[in-house]
Nanobody, 115 residues
């Protein structure tokens, strides 16, 4: 079983930055794909970004050029650097890691972009 713990959320003004972290209980190098999803009020959970052990990344169109996903396998941690934040980025952000046929989720961290 993989446990994922997110941190780094909070309240930020439009145009500001935040960095989310997700620490995994399992050796990150054994988890091929890790990613971030988000869920805004009244909306479905949606993919934000993913990264493989080899460093290949994928982003939803609305965050390209503003968000950067990275991972440190030695620390079993994946990061999401969020710059130029907009009010529409407001959501609960979840870390996700499929492993041995099971999808694991973190508890979520709230990101609020508001002036």
């Amino acid at each position: 079983q993989v446990q994922l713990v997110e941190s780094g959320g909070g309240l930020v003004q439009p145009g500001g930055s935040l960095r989310l972290s997700c620490s995994a209980s399992e050796s990150a190098s054994s988890i091929y794909l890790m990613g971030w999803y988000r869920q805004a009020p009244g909306k479905q959970r949606a993919l934000v970004a993913t990264i493989t052990t080899g460093g290949s990344t994928n982003y939803r169109d609305s965050v390209k050029g503003r968000f950067t996903i990275s991972r440190d396998n030695a620390k079993n941690t994946v990061y999401l650097q969020m710059n130029s934040l907009k009010p529409e980025d407001t959501a609960v952000y979840y870390c996700y890691a499929p492993h041995l046929g099971i999808g694991y989720w973190g508890q979520g961290t709230q990101v609020t972009v508001s002036s």
